[in-house]
């Protein structure tokens, strides 16, 4: 469980791309004051280290007509059909988060559905899966927080 | 609250954007048998719409030494509250969403911490805003699964 | 307590009102080989006697714009308080129906929205009445039943 | 889910007949300074579009002797079986309402009843429909409100 | 359900047994100024009105080893078992009072035990009636009234 | 806490006397070939002891008019108010038995009420009490079971 | 039930060894000024009536490794499980403490782990053990009293 | 967070004193074919690591009149006042174990009373502390396991 070092240029270059991958990796060097070359290896070494997983865009789900948040608990039978479970989860892809928690629920999913409507197609589908004992849900009135730059900027910070 | 129509071609550049946001326009072009120019329109649109609102890094939490996940809901003396508090928790940067929910909790949030005792001391933070009576805490064993990948992919094949 | 006597005629004329207010009196009278005139008696009575409070439309609250059905649990500070919290609530129109209830919730009221935004504002107004201390919201996925009149029946065919 | 678009005209029908079903037309069009034919016309047109669904008599049921009312939560063994309990539900002329939810519940239920010994009659009837895992009951001291024509006539102000 | 009118006589009766059962009729009667046959009459009619159901020793349960009181929800499997489960309760004297309640359990006792080992027997025997699916157990720290005395005055002055 | 001791023909006595109170002591002595002047002193001797308190008629509350029951959890501000608050509880007649409870509740009570009204109206005293902060009730749908003859014959038979 | 009675000399001796079990016996006579052979009889005695059990180290589990705290509810099929249970988590070295309990929870244990991983593993035994229906999990963020010996003084003290 | 490393010699030790805190180094130098002078400074060097705090001697609280084992769960009206609770449970000798917890509960106790009515005055106290805004209680029913011995064997057996 060692940790991977990370120095103040690692910090700075983090701190950059987080709030656009796409900047070129120039710019990062102009800015900086390093090499372009520099840059790029330092970006290789943190993605074979694995602390760069990768990079996705942020859409708007309002947008594309994806308005309604839940959060459902799902309570099991026996904890070892926990890996079972996880896995019919993950083939649905409205769910965008599963945790096992070992509280009052066994597993705890976050769901994106279009309306009421299709949000309990989409709890019927977790209710379905052999094993699955029970869910209970909470809706999302508003999503007034989405944001892990925050966390990231505090973590380069403290570590720099 | 009528929504931006995509049609094919801006589902076949999110799909491939998606995946890796660095990916160049020419290789997108390439892909898709159009101009690099069309790819830059068509992304240029979609931010203009608010569709695309940025892009970010994956990065692995647990190697940045944050592998403690807890869910904090929170309850408010009065709603009319809920703005004020959102926006001292909106000051935490530990706190990585935020919902406003009309159940058993007011504000449901999503907690990033090193440990446990870092984790106390976050939840220490929410319970002394003003304005918050008491919250309650689940902790996550194990992230399962998290990726609106899949949600994507799904949302761009059903429109297109 | 005693509760006014309904004899079979009483009992056909509700059978045939509670399906069809605007049914005219010939019709009733016609297919129950009276009357009009002793229709007209009958219904008078049941009038003056407050069996029938009134007659109302029933509206397709869907098509209305008005799909979102939520169950909201009000506890009260104090029940001393209960006359003056149901005076405030009788001012939202969005609540459809509240009863004093004795066991969890103080007061427990049914609402209708538009849709979840809508529904957060109607709680809101619930949440800031003076003498509320908190409330509970349960959403309707699908207002799978909601018929009066198989009770009317059921009553009629019991007293005749 | 393109909605019928109602006019300032069928908004004051609608205002007149949620009051008293049986308003002869002629009165309405006296009223609206409009033919009784146009009413007609109207009160057809809503029909058809499925706006206006039927008409029922309001009846006080506590001088027909039903002044017993309770919420029941129905809690199911699997969502699967949704469907076929509310066949079952359905089948019992005293519970008046009935709902699909995700929270607590998976249906949420209304019941009138004679008095207490009536009402655990029904409650057992419910827990014993197949499918049926526990009922938990919410008992009516008071039933304060019960009037939709607050929320209609709210409705047609917004729209008119 | 008509009731049994009782006079004022049937009341000054009722008011000096029930603080003393034992008090020869000859004392009743002269205290009242009525004759000790008449008591004699009216306290037959009573009894085979029904009203009168019996006479019991109020005695010191603590002084007689019995110190312990908890009051036990139970949960059923299937409410179509509760006479069964009534009929089992029954053959335990430690069980002094059992209700068919509706809401969180379905049948509510009341159980009186030597101290924390002896309850734990008789929660145990309850466990494991054939249908009992679980019980919940809430423990009394001291019985502070106890005195049915006090509403049955209160009823005879009322209806006297 | 040292204990009376009773010897076998206390508990014979004991047991004729819990199933009628005005069984004459003659009666006794015949019945367990002792003198009435034995029966006596030792029934003198366990009042005296405080095992006997006193003797109460059984009535039958539904005759009475008193058909309701229901358990109120009350929950106080401050557990310091304990004996202020039981003081006024016992001021309510229709609360027949309260005992403090250090687990959900802090008080415990059963309530006898003529009906849903009534008890609501006892519920709004309780709920009114100075330090009292909220009740919570449970409605008995059927008492199915109230005698403590069973347990004293098992005590005597156990002692003896 | 008769409790051995300990004299003020054994409170002194256990007083000092409480706080210290290595003392040395002829410092422990020289403090209290009796003979060691004195103080080894008492010590001696008060082993053979079972008063005291034994002696044990007092170690730094978070120096060990062993940082994370949990305590445990579990809810059994049928308490005629729950000898059988107990057995099986008899077997697990990381649960050091287990309660009969009545009220929510049929078994309550208290669990030392290394870390949220391994908490996962231990509960996940626990809930797979026969009979076993579900768990559920309260995490300890601090142990912030630890300390039977401030009982013990005060045992003494008040004996003595 | 550096650990001390014990090696094999130190779990021996470790593991002779567990299970008898008063064993002669002597003996166990013999045992283990190591000089006493070894095994004074192994236990020495463990002590200054902080690893071994202290000793105490394992009594049997029931001989000693104190069978009477309580979880109770305190809420806290703010989380800044827990370290002021946590001073103020400190002063009373009858809870032996207190944690920080971020679920339902605040704090978490462990209480050891004589009886039930000790008990009830013990809660009291820590209801009456200036903070605590309501507690909640759990009774042990049965004590079936409280054995740290297990877990550190299996804790030197896993370093060694």
């Known amino acids: 469980m060692a940790r991977f070092r990370l120095d103040e240029v690692d910090h700075h270059i983090l701190d950059i791309l987080i709030d656009n991958t796409r900047t070129p990796f120039t710019d990062i060097a102009k800015k900086l004051s390093i090499s372009a070359g520099t840059v790029h ?13 990768g990079s996705s865009l942020t859409l708007d789900y309002k947008k594309l007509g994806y308005a309604f948040i839940a959060y459902v608990g799902v309570y099991l039978n026996k904890t070892s059909q926990t890996k079972f479970v996880l896995e019919r ?17 066994n597993v705890f999913c976050k769901v994106r559905a279009k309306n009421t409507e299709h949000a309990k197609q989409i ?20 999503e007034s927080l989405n944001d892990k730059k925050r966390l990231m900027h505090s973590i380069f910070n403290e570590i720099a």
């Not at 019927?124 to 809706?139: P, Q, S, W």
């Open 41 to 53: 290896v330092r970006v290789k070494k943190m993605e074979e280290a694995g602390i760069i997983i």
């Open 89 to 105: 989860i993950n083939e649905i892809p409205f769910v965008t988060v599963a945790h096992v928690t070992t509280g009052k629920f």
């Open 123 to 142: 709890i019927f589908l977790l209710d379905d899966i052999e094993g699955v004992y029970r869910t209970e849900t909470m809706i999302s009135m508003e």
